[in-house]
Protein backbone atom coordinates (compact mmCIF):
# COMPACT_ATOMS: atom_id res chain seq x y z
CA UNK A 1 0.00 0.00 0.00
CA UNK A 2 1.46 3.40 -1.00
CA UNK A 3 1.81 6.04 1.89
CA UNK A 4 -0.99 8.11 0.04
CA UNK A 5 -3.35 5.80 0.02
CA UNK A 6 -2.46 4.77 3.72
CA UNK A 7 -3.06 8.47 3.86
CA UNK A 8 -6.56 8.14 2.23
CA UNK A 9 -7.56 4.86 4.61
CA UNK A 10 -6.63 7.43 8.12
CA UNK A 11 -8.93 10.27 6.70
CA UNK A 12 -11.56 7.77 5.76
CA UNK A 13 -11.59 6.35 9.50
CA UNK A 14 -11.52 9.83 10.70
CA UNK A 15 -14.53 10.74 8.39
CA UNK A 16 -16.32 7.76 9.99
CA UNK A 17 -15.07 7.91 13.60
CA UNK A 18 -14.94 11.38 14.22
CA UNK A 19 -17.41 13.08 11.69
CA UNK A 20 -20.12 10.28 11.21
CA UNK A 21 -19.75 10.46 7.51
CA UNK A 22 -19.76 7.48 5.57
CA UNK A 23 -16.79 8.82 2.43
CA UNK A 24 -17.60 8.42 -0.82
CA UNK A 25 -14.09 7.02 -1.62
CA UNK A 26 -13.79 8.11 -5.24
CA UNK A 27 -14.33 11.91 -4.39
CA UNK A 28 -11.96 11.40 -0.88
CA UNK A 29 -9.26 10.08 -3.18
CA UNK A 30 -9.99 13.21 -5.79
CA UNK A 31 -9.46 15.72 -3.55
CA UNK A 32 -6.40 14.04 -1.19
CA UNK A 33 -4.41 14.00 -4.80
CA UNK A 34 -5.65 17.90 -5.32
CA UNK A 35 -4.11 18.44 -1.89
CA UNK A 36 -0.77 17.74 -3.73
CA UNK A 37 2.74 17.08 -1.43
CA UNK A 38 0.81 19.17 1.39
CA UNK A 39 -0.57 15.73 2.92
CA UNK A 40 2.75 14.63 3.45
CA UNK A 41 3.65 17.59 5.60
CA UNK A 42 2.74 17.19 9.13
CA UNK A 43 2.27 21.02 9.43
CA UNK A 44 0.80 21.89 5.69
CA UNK A 45 -1.61 18.21 5.83
CA UNK A 46 -3.59 19.56 9.03
CA UNK A 47 -5.92 22.51 9.27
CA UNK A 48 -5.68 24.14 12.94
CA UNK A 49 -8.66 25.14 13.66
CA UNK A 50 -8.62 27.53 16.29
CA UNK A 51 -6.54 29.73 13.87
CA UNK A 52 -8.33 32.70 12.20
CA UNK A 53 -5.38 33.02 9.78
CA UNK A 54 -5.78 29.66 8.63
CA UNK A 55 -9.51 29.70 8.45
CA UNK A 56 -9.00 33.02 6.08
CA UNK A 57 -6.48 31.08 4.05
CA UNK A 58 -9.06 27.96 3.89
CA UNK A 59 -11.76 30.25 2.69
CA UNK A 60 -9.52 32.05 0.33
CA UNK A 61 -7.39 29.47 -1.01
CA UNK A 62 -10.08 26.56 -1.32
CA UNK A 63 -13.45 27.70 -1.42
CA UNK A 64 -12.98 30.69 -3.76
CA UNK A 65 -10.11 29.67 -5.87
CA UNK A 66 -10.68 26.07 -6.06
CA UNK A 67 -14.38 25.49 -5.72
CA UNK A 68 -15.14 29.22 -7.41
CA UNK A 69 -17.53 30.35 -4.59
CA UNK A 70 -18.49 33.92 -4.15
CA UNK A 71 -17.07 35.67 -0.58
CA UNK A 72 -19.81 35.68 1.29
CA UNK A 73 -20.30 34.93 5.44
CA UNK A 74 -21.61 31.42 4.60
CA UNK A 75 -18.17 30.43 3.49
CA UNK A 76 -17.16 31.17 7.17
CA UNK A 77 -20.30 29.78 8.39
CA UNK A 78 -19.47 26.23 6.68
CA UNK A 79 -15.70 26.45 7.79
CA UNK A 80 -17.23 26.67 11.22
CA UNK A 81 -19.84 23.84 10.94
CA UNK A 82 -17.14 21.24 9.25
CA UNK A 83 -14.33 22.28 11.96
CA UNK A 84 -17.18 21.64 14.72
CA UNK A 85 -18.12 18.47 13.30
CA UNK A 86 -14.56 17.25 13.27
CA UNK A 87 -14.51 18.20 16.66
CA UNK A 88 -12.84 21.45 18.05
CA UNK A 89 -10.96 19.77 20.09
CA UNK A 90 -9.63 17.31 17.95
CA UNK A 91 -5.71 18.48 17.41
CA UNK A 92 -5.20 16.78 14.07
CA UNK A 93 -8.02 18.12 11.73
CA UNK A 94 -6.60 16.85 8.26
CA UNK A 95 -6.79 19.39 5.53
CA UNK A 96 -8.09 16.54 2.91
CA UNK A 97 -10.77 15.72 5.54
CA UNK A 98 -11.58 19.44 5.64
CA UNK A 99 -11.73 19.97 2.47
CA UNK A 100 -13.76 16.97 1.82
CA UNK A 101 -16.52 18.01 4.11
CA UNK A 102 -16.85 21.89 2.65
CA UNK A 103 -17.13 19.87 -1.20
CA UNK A 104 -20.02 17.88 0.32
CA UNK A 105 -21.30 20.71 1.98
CA UNK A 106 -21.23 22.99 -1.13
CA UNK A 107 -22.37 19.96 -3.25
CA UNK A 108 -18.73 20.91 -5.50
CA UNK A 109 -18.15 17.35 -6.15
CA UNK A 110 -18.14 18.15 -9.83
CA UNK A 111 -15.20 20.28 -9.25
CA UNK A 112 -13.68 16.65 -8.88
CA UNK A 113 -15.25 14.74 -11.26
Known amino acids: MSRRDELIATYADDLRNKCGVEPDMDLLRKVTIGCGPAIYN ?3 STVAGSQPSE ?3 VKNNFLIKKLGLADG ?3 MEA ?3 VIDQYGRSERNKYRAVVYYLLVKHFG ?3 VYG
Open 79 to 81: INK
Open 73 to 75: PEL
Open 55 to 57: LET
Open 108 to 110: KED
Open 42 to 44: PDA
